[in-house]
């Protein structure tokens, strides 16, 4: 709207004259042109006291007298030399454009004032001038990934302690993560040690080159589905990161062998490497960074990969300071590969090994690996369709330090390979697992006297339907030192079998896991405690659904250190827990009542005085307790966490 405001009379509205000295001097402050339809007596100065009207193309030149009509360049010139801290973080709020300026000035081109870094250093302590050690970690998920966000990052961060730790999960659909956001990271945090992106499609090697030129002190670096990023980023990484410890590949396709024969190049300090499901990377890649003589590799795995027999032949020459090797689904590997790794005689101080669903482990192959890893103590064996009781036996005899093995879905391991693990592990094997092996099955078998495996301490069986009471009887003589049991899902297991096993323990049992034994009753739970609350403290017999109140009485009166007591889906009710509640050496920190429907609001009294040393209670799908006494115990049981 265009109006036009006169002004007659004296000098009312503004004493004193024009504001110029001179008139032609106006005109380089208002043009009264078409421009503007505001008119102004030649000789009257005007105060700005009300609301003047202007149109849009006055303002736009308003405007274009302040900072924001600065090219870039020169921000940049007045950006670079403002002092680290809460000056340049205040230029970063004003606006989009500043803070992208801001997050894009490189450390080296700061200009350093020495009155500027002492004043500085005396308000941020130790701290340096830019980047600092590295001390904060940032975490960017889902529509929190933005370019935004990583340049308020970079330029936050800066004087705070410096940014360690980044870690993209996801992307903004609309405005994710671009080689923008990565490019103020490497510009704003040259301390930055770890880097993690997950699924994050938008970035490309672009991105990763700018991280590995800027940021030359990263450690480790992790890549999960970045489909946009190739070799190229990843031989960028090696040349600049020379401190690379960690590296960790998975699903990225285009990334393959002449990637990782750089990182084995250049990355001397690299100790531990996890490659999955990467399909360009084969035989060349992995030869390349193993047969490198300055690297130092300790951890190793590789999942879902088309490498063949060759792969595994130069692991076990060159894998000389490997102690850790992860092989998982590695279809093309064969038995051969397996026997020329062992007897490579490389692998002399693997301690960890762990192979699952490779059809190349058979009795030939893992005897090879046993005899060849004389320092392996852990191995955990899973899906091996073609080991067989006379693998595993040799292998054991093989394996001579061997503490910790688990089985898991070993189909083909029977009663016998069970039994001879124990009689050939005796004096070192500590901790023995197996999981859903259906080969095994409850014989009646009569053993030669032999010496009893002293050495084990923890037994773990899992969904094994077949094993029953005859091999708990056995295991009661041959293992009289165990203090952790875990029978888990065993249908077949009874009263009549587990009290062998009970009784014959010397040690003290600690912890106890029934779960899933549906035929155990209140006798065998008699028993243990009696013959082991001195020592016992974890108790699970979740789902044991002939357990009732009897064993819970005999917990409040044996178990002085249990802490841990979880008896959901049992037979318990209200009279139950108030036994628990008059124990008097009784201090449980965890209980859980999950599925008992007998227990209702009259346990209130009894659950507000176990309250006292209670630090979880989960009462979930107890239907008897009302919403209220919830509310009541949630108000009573403060420092305890009640699920419900």
């Avoid at 800066?158 to 510009?187: C, E, F, P, Q, W």
């Avoid at 029978?487 to 009874?494: E, F, I």
Wanted: hydrophobic letters at 40%; glycine letters at 10%; a neutral charge.
């Amino acid at each position: 709207m265009s109006k036009v405001f006169g002004f007659s009379g004296g000098d009312d509205f503004c004493p004193g004259g024009s504001i110029y000295s001179n008139p032609k001097e106006a005109s380089f402050f208002l043009s009264l042109g078409h421009e503007v339809d505001v008119y102004f007596p030649p000789r009257k100065r005007s105060r700005i006291s009300a609301p003047i009207v202007f149109n849009g193309e006055w303002f736009e030149q308003m405007q274009k007298t302040s900072i924001e009509a600065l090219p870039d360049e020169c921000l940049f010139e007045i950006f670079r030399r403002l002092p680290v801290g809460k000056e340049r973080s205040a230029c970063a709020s004003v606006s989009k454009r500043w803070l992208m300026l801001l997050s894009n000035i490189c450390k080296n081109e700061i200009c350093s004032n020495k009155n500027t870094l002492l004043e500085e250093s005396e308000k941020e302590g130790d701290d340096e001038e830019f980047g600092g050690e590295g001390y904060l970690s940032r975490s960017l998920e889902g529509k929190k990934a933005t370019d935004v966000r990583l340049a308020a990052i970079a330029v936050g961060t800066a004087s705070r302690g410096g940014l360690g730790k980044l870690s993209i999960r996801g992307s903004n659909m609309d405005r994710g993560v671009t080689t923008l956001g990565l490019k103020a990271v490497a510009h704003g945090c040259p301390s930055l040690k770890a880097l993690s992106l997950w699924n994050v499609a938008t970035i490309g090697d672009e991105g990763l080159i700018e991280i590995a030129n800027g940021c030359q002190k990263l450690e480790k670096l992790d890549l999960c589905k970045c489909s946009s990023i190739s070799d190229k980023a990843l031989v960028a990484v090696a040349k600049n990161c020379p401190n690379l410890t960690e590296l960790s590949l998975e699903s990225c396709p285009n990334i393959g062998n002449e990637g990782l024969q750089a990182i084995g190049k250049f990355c001397s300090n690299l100790r531990s490497i996890s490659i999955k499901d990467c399909a360009g990377v084969g035989d060349q890649g992995i030869a390349g960074l193993f047969s490198s003589t300055s690297l130092v590799l300790t951890k190793v795995k590789l999942q879902a990969l088309t490498v063949s027999d060759l792969s595994l032949a130069v692991i076990g020459h060159y894998g000389k300071t490997v102690t850790d090797l992860v092989l998982n689904f590695l279809p093309n590997v064969s038995e051969r590969g397996f026997w020329v790794m062992g007897n490579s005689n490389g692998l002399q101080k693997l301690k960890s090994l762990t192979i699952a669903s490779c059809r190349g482990v058979t009795d030939i192959g893992l005897e090879a690996v046993g005899k060849g890893c004389p320092n392996l103590k852990s191995v955990h064996l899973h899906k091996c369709a073609f080991l067989s009781d006379n693998g595993l036996i040799s292998f054991t005899k093989a394996a001579s330090s061997l503490e910790s093995l688990q089985l898991e879905e070993c189909h083909r391991i029977t009663q016998c390979g069970f039994f001879g693990v124990l009689f050939n592990c005796g004096t070192k094997l500590k901790a023995l697992s197996l999981v859903s092996c259906y080969g095994i099955n409850d014989l009646n078998l009569v053993l030669s006297p032999v010496s009893p495996c002293e050495s084990l301490r923890s037994l773990s069986i899992r969904n094994c339907p077949g094993f029953g009471n005859g091999t708990l009887s056995v295991l009661g003589k041959l293992c009289p030192q165990i203090q952790h049991i875990e029978l888990s899902g065993l249908d077949g297991v009874t009263d009549a079998g587990f009290l062998p096993l009970v009784e014959s323990s010397e040690a003290g049992l600690v912890k106890v896991n029934l779960s899933g034994c549906i035929n155990l009753t209140d006798k065998v739970v008699s028993s243990l405690v009696n013959l082991h609350g001195w020592t016992l403290e974890n108790l699970n017999l979740d789902g044991c659904k002939n357990i009732g109140d009897a064993s819970l009485m005999a917990i409040a009166e044996n178990c002085s250190l249990l802490c841990d007591l979880d008896v959901s889906k049992c037979a318990i009710t209200d009279a139950g827990i108030a036994a628990l509640a008059q124990a008097k050496q009784l201090n449980l920190q965890i209980l859980s009542l999950s599925g008992c429907t007998s227990v209702s609001d009259r346990s209130l009294p009894a659950l507000r005085k176990l309250g006292h040393t209670l630090l979880g209670l989960n009462i979930k799908h107890c239907n008897a307790i009302s919403s209220s006494t919830v509310d009541m115990l949630v108000e009573l049981l403060w420092r305890c966490d009640i699920l419900s």
